[in-house]
């Protein structure tokens, strides 16, 4: 699975961007997907992800309430509605594949995830 991260940018505190990712070379019912970001000096963290049935989701407690993760299996595609940005969540975002068979416990450890996209900026000012 190859996967392509876009819909980053700069915005300001308070405003929402969307990202997304999107699939190729195999299709994304078979995979769980998760979003994580990357702040300069800090570690790889987990922001959400959603279960390959959509059935399940679970985000980070710093994005609860302002975060939004979906997908839409018919164009393999993956998403993230950012809304309410806070500077600290300027970061690079990351998509993620892990697939189906992965326990809903492990999908927010980064090396449950087997495949990842190449990340997208995101910059939010104050």
């Known amino acids: 699975v190859q996967l392509q991260a876009s819909g980053g940018g700069l915005v300001q505190a308070g405003e929402s961007l969307r990202l997304s990712c999107v699939a190729s070379?195999?299709?994304?019912?078979?995979?769980?997907m998760g979003w994580f970001r990357q702040a300069p000096g800090k570690e790889r963290e987990f922001v959400a992800m959603?279960?390959?049935?959509?059935?399940?989701?679970i985000y980070a407690d710093s994005v609860k309430g302002r975060f939004t993760i979906s997908r839409d299996n018919a164009k393999n595609m993956a998403y993230l509605q950012m809304d309410n940005l806070m500077p600290e969540d300027t970061a690079v975002y990351y998509c993620?594949?892990?697939?189906?068979?992965?326990?809903?416990?492990?999908?927010?450890?980064?090396?449950?995830?087997?495949?990842w996209g190449q990340g997208t900026q995101v910059t939010v000012s104050s």
């Open positions: 959603i279960r390959w049935t959509s059935a399940g989701v």
């Open positions: 070379g195999s299709t994304l019912n078979n995979y769980n």
């Open positions: 993620a594949a892990a697939p189906r068979s992965r326990i809903l416990s492990s999908l927010g450890q980064d090396r449950s995830y087997d495949y």
